[in-house]
């Protein structure tokens, strides 16, 4: 049997985002799909590909809901996040293992082109619309994990374990097919599910008043047992944290701790109303926050305390939750921007803060610790950022991140093999995807 040879591609950039800071004239050797060489200062080779640019780390996006990506500009009614979540149903009632990867494909191919590469997605649409498992029980997992394959980003499927529609509510109608009716069968199907280089499985806790305590506490011991991520969304709404505190006496997150959820692996998401208690149990446990700031204004949710968070040791990412917006670079600048109004502070978060909340932090909390930096070992993932247009032009290389939105990104890789380039996904035609699944999902079609 022959062995694999291996693959290597060279790179020369104009601009890096090092460990260390911004460094001209960067070289890459990428072998498999990792950095084998990094080189600053370098000369440019005759078989070097050349970026022209900024390059940095690529993106992880935290926080997903694919099929959300129908209701944008889908005219959903206005008042309250309550509200918009019966149009929200209406949409995953639609779904089918065909058109959901037909969807998904736009959505992952939107985000390649966005400079995302890594994304967690929140999945909890499991069965057929009464409830019923498909013959495969995981086959609107594995619609997400080819779409993902498709437009060429990794994937970590948090497949979410979703049990009642509130504290001690059975499920209404519209919430049958996201249930496996208790933990334990949840994880039976889970454990089913098998990883590939590009696609890892995680775990998420829908909320705290759709999962009861004992049941929380089987999948954090899964998620244990399997050194997987464990996300949870967590004081979204005053609602919610109402009711918690009126069922039992706790805020969610002293409620999910006390569970055993939170460590470092862990994950909430949102965390728009978490008490200073909150904040300083997340810091001591170790756990991450995924913030999502379009979906939080679009919502009308509230602004997450980051920087009260972050000064508590807890480690920031960001994600696109309902996607609104797929444009890394906008949500962490907005949560800067959301900072500032709720501060009245400005420069909370450094461009290099916010980096991190894109890279290295975020990447971790998405399951991919071995992505996010420009390093010899790391995962080749990385991104190029236009530096030449009225957007960027005149500001200082070290701000270029802070001004820059998704139409700046002109070069995404991905295990050092172009995924992306000026804004179209190399697999997917995605605006063609999403133009046809949007409309046929929402039944205009």
Known sequence: MSEMKSVTSTFWCEHAWLNDGIADSVRFVVTDGRFESITAGAPRQPDDHVLEGLTLAGAANGHSHAFHRALRGAGAPGGTFWEWRKTMYRIAQALTPDSYYRLARGVYGEMVAAGYTSVAEFHYVHHQADGTPYDDPNEMGHALRHAAADAGIRLTLLDTCYLSAGFGEPLAPEQLRFSDGDADSWADRV??????????????????????????????????????????????QTAENDQCLDHTGLTPTALLDRAGVWNARATGVHAVFVTMQD???????????????????????????????AAAGVRLGVGSDQNVLADPFTEAREVEMHERLRLGTRENFTPAAQIAMLTTDGQRLCGWPEAGRLEVGSLADFVTLDTRNSVTAGSRLDRVVQMSTAAQVVEVYVGGRQVAHDGHCNGVDQVQELAESCAQLRGER
């Open 191 to 236: 454990t089913q599910l098998a990883p590939t280089p590009d696609f890892r499985v995680g775990a998420a806790i829908h909320s705290v008043r759709a999962v009861d305590e004992a049941s929380m506490r089987r999948v954090a011991e899964w998620a244990q047992e399997h050194q997987a991520p464990l996300h949870v969304h967590l004081s979204e």
């Open 279 to 309: 904040i300083h149990t997340l810091g001591e446990r170790g756990a991450s926050v995924c913030v999502c700031p379009s979906t939080e204004c679009d919502l009308a949710d509230g602004i997450a305390p980051a920087s009260s968070l």
